[in-house]
């Protein structure tokens, strides 16, 4: 009778972390543990203060507890046996790891009774069996970083676009960097944007705007608030579902403030639902393209004489200028400009 009731044991497993950041040998070792389990508990350990400094000192940007706790959630959401929580853990800037007390919250955060404890390290053996007992069982999952050779540490020291694909697909659009491809009509935009997503493998958000012109027939001489409204939020959209699939660097065309620039050319005022736009943008580059290449009349275009050009150009300036939104100007004929935003762009991802 005791026999059955021990084999008929609920196994509880625990496997904790950082995350900072999630990569996919923790997503392996997840794995691994919820099928040898029935129930496992995933527990990101966090200290804001110790956790911004890890973060400070590897060049990321922090990090907060929610958002891994979310990436390992959103990884895991197919593993019904997985339960992913976050809890707060005792931190001394004098010790490595306060082991007991860190302990002892673990305890405290998981419902029922721990049997099994998953890490790759086996000299944490000796820690385990002080804090969960000497029945626990301590399973070391690739220790030798065989299956996925990568560790947190190995990204914070190299960065993390050096380790992209050991990055699990959940967590990738929070490092990807989007890079607005701004200017007045005919500067190229298009076409600069379309080049760049395809010499760096990745995707592109087509200018919205030119799409909702298309579809009325006239350019942007006939748009109304509504259309602009259509053109602000559809980009915007369009430009979330790019991300899921985008590949370090997502190039974008056009963005809200030359949106505002049109709505203020044509319709002779600026509009606050495009300016809230405005404000929750957070690019990471403004390549500003100078219009010093020749226009091109494609039945959509309208500021052809080159004195109006300029004036236009200075126009659209100014409009970053007084957001306070810095950008790097290019010019030059197509192939120096796409060399000079190739430099741009490479110095982005490499520091």
């Not at 009774?113 to 000299?123: L, P, V």
């Not at 065989?146 to 699990?168: C, H, L, Q």
């Not at 659009?173 to 607005?180: L, M, S």
């Not at 509009?271 to 494609?298: C, H, M, R, T």
Request: with cysteine; aromatic share 12%.
């Amino acid at each position: 009778m005791e026999t059955t009731q021990r084999e008929s044991k609920m196994t509880v497993g625990h496997y904790g972390g950082k995350f900072i950041p999630f990569h996919k040998g923790h997503l392996y070792a997840i794995t691994k543990a919820a099928a040898q389990v029935d129930k496992l508990y995933v527990l990101v350990s966090y200290d804001e203060g110790r956790d911004r400094k890890l973060c400070y000192d590897a060049g990321l940007d922090y990090i907060d507890f929610k958002r891994r706790q979310q990436w390992i959630t959103t990884s895991v959401k197919n593993m019904s046996n997985v339960t992913v929580l976050a809890v707060e853990e005792p931190y001394s800037s004098d010790t490595e790891y306060m082991w007991l007390e860190g302990g002892q919250k673990m305890i405290e955060a998981i419902p029922e009774q721990i049997t099994h404890i998953f890490s790759s390290e086996s000299e944490y053996d000796t820690w385990f069996r002080r804090i969960y007992g000497e029945d626990i069982i301590h399973i070391v999952i690739d220790e030798a970083r065989e299956i996925f050779p990568i560790s947190a540490t190995k990204i914070r020291e190299e960065g993390v676009y050096a380790n992209w694909d050991m990055i699990p697909d959940a967590a990738k659009p929070y490092y990807t960097k989007k890079i607005a491809i701004v200017g007045v009509e005919s500067c190229g935009k298009s076409t600069l944007t379309r080049n760049l997503a395809q010499l760096f493998s990745t995707e592109y958000v087509e200018e919205y705007g030119r799409t909702v012109s298309e579809e009325i027939g006239d350019g942007s001489s006939l748009l109304t608030e509504e259309h602009y409204k259509e053109i602000v939020f559809g980009h915007k959209h369009m430009e979330y579902q790019k991300m899921k699939k985008a590949n370090k660097l997502l190039f974008i065309d056009s963005e809200a403030v030359v949106t505002q620039y049109y709505a203020k050319m044509y319709l002779g005022r600026e509009l606050n639902f495009i300016e809230g736009a405005i404000e929750s943008q957070d690019y990471d580059l403004y390549l500003f393209l100078e219009p010093d290449v020749k226009w091109v009349a494609d039945g959509y275009r309208t500021f052809n004489d080159p004195a109006i050009r300029e004036e236009t150009n200075r126009l659209l300036k100014k409009m970053f200028e007084d957001r306070g939104i810095q950008y790097v100007t290019i010019s030059g004929n197509y192939e120096e400009r796409l060399d000079r935003s190739i430099a741009q762009i490479t110095k982005l991802i490499t520091k």
